[in-house]
């Protein structure tokens, strides 16, 4: 095993192993995933910017974190599925994960911030300008700071001697290649298994109990409208939950699956970035009247 130990200067990402017809279907499903998700969020930031009304601070950065995202991966995954058995070098590697966990762990953050956004308005209305205002940034900060943190510690934990073909299989994804290394890579997986107890057991325990205050704050609102109201604004945030975490426990159950090259399901996150501008402008009535309200301008400057 010694004698085929190397220091590692590329990897050959193999593809899908799924016939043609599947991987033009997917080549299909991507580009347009990628088609809408640039302006669909792109929609979202301009609504945020151009309305006074649409008081989303933490929304716009959900926005950014999908765009960046995206842009980090979808493109990657277009080639390979154009052509199979395609070479990426290690400092690609190493960059294109690095900004793959940045963005992934930073929404997971944004996303437990957001839910404390929603807690405030409703269990504490009197002074919601004044906490929020006063935290909004350093909120933000923080979630990027730890996001980008937690990342560079993974990345400079891969320096790693590998003895397996260097071959993965679809994405450049941390448990994968830890699956190529020979040398010891307990270490790895602490760190792995400590961040996602901070990324997402965490986060998710906090969303729970803002939701849960929530519910009891809701359940005392007198006016049906109120609660309509109240139930319109947390949905909409309550699916994004879902579908971020969701998406993340089934990626790391597959990369635990007794066949990970043959399983598609980590790449199914990649929809994500799409789905989160439509469900916030379909559930949330705020984003909804914002985008009537620009329409109507357009609609309103082209008449004159």
Same mark, same amino acid.
């Given at each position: 095993?010694?004698?085929n130990?190397?220091?590692?200067?590329?990897?050959?990402?193999?593809? *899908?192993?799924?016939?043609?017809?599947?991987?033009? !279907?997917?080549?299909?499903?991507?580009?347009?995933s990628?088609?809408?998700?640039?302006?669909?969020?792109?929609?979202?930031?301009?609504?945020?910017?151009?309305?006074?009304?649409?008081?989303?601070?933490?929304?716009?950065?959900? /926005?950014?974190?999908?765009?960046?995202?995206? %842009?980090?991966?979808?493109?990657?995954? &277009?080639?390979?599925?154009?052509?199979?058995?395609?070479?990426?070098? *290690?400092?690609?590697?190493?960059?294109?994960?690095?900004?793959?966990?940045?963005?992934?762990?930073?929404?997971?953050?944004?996303?437990?911030?957001?839910?404390?956004?929603?807690?405030?308005?409703? %269990?504490?209305?009197?002074?919601?300008?004044?906490?929020?205002?006063?935290?909004?940034?350093?909120?933000?900060?923080?979630? @990027?700071?730890?996001? $980008?943190l937690?990342?560079?510690? +993974?990345?400079?934990?891969?320096?790693?001697?590998?003895?397996?073909?260097?071959?993965?299989? +679809?994405?450049?994804?941390?448990l994968?290649? !830890?699956?190529?290394?020979?040398?010891?890579? @307990?270490?790895?997986?602490v760190?792995?298994?400590?961040?996602?107890?901070?990324?997402?057991?965490?986060?998710? %325990?906090?969303? &729970?109990?803002?939701?849960? %205050?929530? &519910?009891?704050?809701?359940?005392?609102?007198?006016?049906?409208?109120?609660?309509?109201?109240? *139930?319109?604004?947390?949905?909409?945030?309550l699916?994004?939950?879902?579908?971020?975490?969701? $998406?993340?426990?089934?990626m790391?159950?597959?990369?635990?699956? $007794?066949?990970? /090259?043959?399983?598609p399901?980590?790449?199914?996150?990649?929809?994500?970035?799409?789905?989160?501008?439509?469900?916030? $402008?379909?559930?949330?009535?705020?984003?909804?009247?914002?985008?009537?309200?620009?329409?109507?301008?357009?609609?309103?400057?082209?008449?004159?």
């Open positions: 095993m010694g004698e130990q190397t220091v590692v200067t590329e990897f050959i990402l193999l593809g *899908f192993c799924l016939g043609p017809r599947i991987q033009i !279907l997917l080549f299909g499903l991507f580009s347009l990628y088609t809408f998700t640039l302006p669909g969020n792109g929609v979202i930031l301009g609504l945020i910017s151009l309305d006074s009304r649409l008081l989303y601070f933490f929304l716009s950065h959900l /926005a950014i974190v999908d765009i960046a995202y995206a %842009c980090n991966t979808v493109p990657q995954m &277009l080639g390979d599925l154009l052509s199979p058995a395609k070479a990426i070098s *290690f400092a690609g590697c190493m960059t294109q994960t690095f900004l793959f966990l940045t963005f992934a762990y930073a929404e997971c953050l944004l996303l437990a911030v957001i839910s404390y956004e929603q807690y405030v308005p409703i %269990c504490h209305p009197l002074q919601y300008s004044v906490i929020v205002s006063s935290i909004c940034i350093t909120l933000v900060v923080i979630s @990027w700071a730890c996001g $980008s937690l990342a560079l510690v +993974h990345v400079g934990l891969l320096r790693l001697l590998f003895c397996r073909p260097h071959e993965i299989n +679809h994405f450049f994804e941390i994968s290649v !830890l699956k190529l290394a020979c040398a010891d890579t @307990w270490l790895n997986q760190v792995i298994f400590v961040a996602s107890v901070f990324v997402l057991v965490g986060p998710l %325990c906090l969303v &729970l109990v803002s939701y849960t %205050c929530i &519910l009891f704050a809701i359940h005392r609102i007198q006016s049906g409208e109120g609660r309509r109201k109240a *139930f319109s604004t947390c949905s909409s945030h699916c994004v939950v879902g579908l971020s975490f969701g $998406s993340a426990i089934i790391y159950m597959a990369s635990k699956s $007794s066949h990970p /090259a043959e399983d399901f980590p790449v199914l996150q990649f929809f994500q970035p799409m789905l989160n501008p439509l469900i916030y $402008s379909l559930r949330n009535t705020e984003v909804k009247g914002a985008l009537r309200r620009a329409l109507f301008k357009e609609s309103h400057f082209q008449l004159e």
